[in-house]
């Protein structure tokens, strides 16, 4: 290796942590000891808020209150408290997000939701990159409403809208390539699919408390997303859904559970939903998961999401920089776009050996993931990484790849 360079790739990562306005944030999170952790894109690490207050609810809460927690300690009310506070990192409004259940079961309440918005439209549009799970339950929805799925590569979603938007009820995409980190326009495929007269679903999992989606500004009909990646809701953290106020009225609840019934008390016979967004909730919300989630968004408190935008791009423009220094000449190169405005959270280097690599990083100290074929994906997290950190981890890369 050039000494030359490290050292001035060295220098460059202690100047850079130096200037960083959200390195305060960095003590609120438990990292593991003698480990380098970037795997945020499947979950982020535990924050320190919330031991303390699992331990409330359950050795005080559930211990001694039972039942009565649903109304001293406001258990009822915490989907509705977990929604808000997730939805300031999404540029929404209170009252337009909740948090209940699963990704899988929200993103099947939203794509049905959508797709009977727009009765007669028989396709369902989405993109060739879709996540697996959310491939299921697109095929599966369409099989239920006797629609049909048309996926193409997202390079030519707006050509579809275009040629075919009479017919395409509902878009159905994912801001953030899960493989390579690409990110794409949600504010300009949002106006195209309502130009062609399209509800728009958007999948934020890769995106939530990473990139400034602006959902409200950017007139959003529904979103969906996890909260235990960036958001470091803890391991099956409940997820959220976003259904905009416009909506809320009208929303199809696919799945009614007495939750989101607007008399959720009253037992009654027949289903009716709640006039807000309590109609996107179910059944009843894991409120120990809910409340760790909860302690876990502390973290974001008084953190703007301009600033952990220019923090993300800063780290995964370094890592690049490590990357195109370092890694030359060797098997490995960076599959993630280079310019700012199409990369998200997470850098992906591509390799044939990429599963046996990623296991030898985790062996020297660095934890990353790997996505078949032959991608390793580090997730950079702005809010606890460090420059330092990238440049160890890519150090460490090329000493496994040359």
């Not at 997820?239 to 019934?261: C, E, K, M, S, T």
């Not at 760790?292 to 301009?306: G, P, Q």
């Not at 100290?365 to 809010?383: S, T, Y």
Request: with cysteine; proline share 6%; glycine share 8%.
């Amino acid at each position: 290796m050039n000494v030359r360079v490290s050292e001035s790739l060295n220098e460059e990562a202690e100047r850079l942590d130096a200037a960083d306005p959200l390195a305060h944030v960095r003590k609120r999170f438990v990292l593991p000891a003698g480990q380098i952790y970037m795997e945020s894109t499947c979950l982020g690490p535990l924050t320190s808020s919330v031991s303390a207050a699992v331990r409330e609810a359950v050795d005080v809460q559930w211990g001694r209150r039972l039942i009565d927690g649903w109304w001293e300690d406001g258990w009822w009310e915490a989907p509705a408290r977990a929604g808000d506070k997730i939805g300031r990192l999404l540029g929404a409004a209170p009252g337009q997000v909740v948090v209940s259940d699963s990704t899988t079961v929200q993103l099947f309440n939203a794509l049905v939701a959508a797709s009977r918005l727009r009765p007669g439209r028989k396709v369902i549009l989405s993109v060739t990159t879709q996540f697996p799970t959310a491939r299921y339950i697109t095929d599966s929805a369409a099989r239920m409403l006797d629609l049909t799925v048309r996926r193409v590569p997202p390079a030519e979603i707006e050509r579809y809208l275009r040629a075919d938007g009479e017919a395409i009820g509902v878009l159905l995409h994912e801001p953030v390539d899960f493989r390579t980190g690409e990110l794409y326009d949600l504010a300009g495929l949002t106006r195209a699919a309502h130009a062609a007269g399209c509800v728009t679903v958007w999948d934020l999992c890769h995106a939530a408390g990473i990139v400034p989606v602006d959902l409200d500004a950017n007139d959003v009909d529904m979103a969906v997303g996890c909260t235990y990646k960036y958001l470091c809701g803890g391991p099956g953290s409940p997820a959220f859904i976003y259904v905009g106020g416009r909506h809320q009225n009208v929303f199809d609840q696919p799945l009614p559970g007495w939750n989101g019934h607007e008399y959720p008390f009253g037992m009654r016979d027949t289903y009716q939903g709640a006039p807000s967004i309590a109609r996107a909730r179910i059944g009843t919300p894991p409120i120990i998961s809910m409340i760790a989630l909860e302690a876990a968004l502390d973290a974001y408190d008084a953190v703007d999401m301009r600033q952990v935008r220019q923090r993300s791009l800063s780290l995964t423009g370094f890592f690049m920089t490590c990357a195109e220094e370092l890694l030359t000449g060797t098997a490995a190169s960076v599959a993630t776009p280079r310019e700012p405005q199409r990369r998200a959270g997470h850098v992906a280097v591509c390799h044939g050996d990429a599963p046996k690599i990623v296991q030898e990083l985790r062996d020297n100290g660095v934890a990353a993931d790997h996505r078949p074929p032959d991608l390793m994906r580090f997730g950079l997290h702005p809010l606890y990484t460090t420059h330092r950190e990238v440049y160890a981890a890519v150090c460490t890369l090329r000493d496994l790849v040359v």
